[in-house]
């Protein structure tokens, strides 16, 4: 049977000024970068829904029973206040579900989730993440800060293993080096799998019937850079990663 996943977030949009002596004009882009996740997953027998962060605010579910259809969820460098505040909340002061405890509670009745550094997940640049302060937090192996997490490496950083685990049963190193990634620090029960610059790297835990898992860098550029999203080991490893969560 195939195992559906939710990925939620991996895009952003871009608008540049070009100015050229007296005269400036302007251009916009719009990326993803969800496709090496997505093929790693649907490689691995996967089906995955990209919801990209445009959409997350009015259609990722508000709902345990509408969430439940996907085995597991991933959270992929989308901010909280993506899901905190959908229109209806911020441009006409309506209530609605907090999808933040949806993600909890979603967990907690066993579903899967995954969070992906990134920009916008854990605390994130300048904090703007803010999943610290959420419920998702209570569904997480690790403590996310209150302050920007991040951790620049633009010498490259290399993820170190410190135990045997099923998910990286098919990784063989040596890893290609990352540049950056969320600092968080372990909580009680959690499975810190591999660690980078003496943090979690990856880490999993148990809650109430469901499972979560962190890697605390990117799936895509720029804190995953070619070497590594084109590593012959990428996709064992999101395949090793998600079969723990969803076995």
């Not at 998702?136 to 996310?144: A, S």
């Amino acid at each position: 049977m195939t195992k559906k996943v939710l990925l939620a977030g991996e895009s952003w949009m871009s608008y540049t000024t070009h100015v050229k002596g007296f005269d400036a004009f302007y251009t916009s882009t719009y990326e993803t970068g969800e496709k090496w996740l997505k093929a790693a997953l649907e490689k691995g027998g996967y089906e995955v829904d990209f919801m990209p962060n445009h959409l997350v605010s009015e259609h990722f579910p508000f709902t345990v029973e509408e969430l439940s259809k996907y085995r597991l969820v991933i959270l992929s460098d989308v901010g909280s206040n993506t899901l905190l505040l959908p229109h209806a909340t911020f441009a006409r002061s309506e209530t609605r579900p907090n999808r933040c405890a949806t993600i909890r509670d979603y967990v907690l009745a066993g579903g899967g989730l995954i969070m992906v550094g990134g920009y916008l997940t854990f605390s994130g640049v300048d904090a703007k993440g803010r999943w610290g302060a959420t419920p998702v937090q209570e569904v997480l192996p690790v403590k996310i800060s209150d302050v920007d997490d991040r951790r620049e490496h633009c010498e490259g950083i290399v993820p170190v293993a410190v135990k045997a685990h099923r998910a990286l049963a098919e990784v063989k190193g040596p890893w290609p080096a990352l540049l950056g990634y969320n600092r968080t620090e372990p909580l009680p029960g959690a499975d810190v799998v591999m660690t980078i610059g003496g943090d979690p790297f990856i880490a999993f835990s148990s809650h109430g019937r469901g499972k979560s898992a962190v890697f605390t860098s990117d799936c895509s550029p720029h804190w995953a850079p070619p070497p590594f999203v084109n590593w012959e080991y990428y996709d064992k490893l999101w395949q090793g990663i998600a079969g723990c969560l969803t076995e």
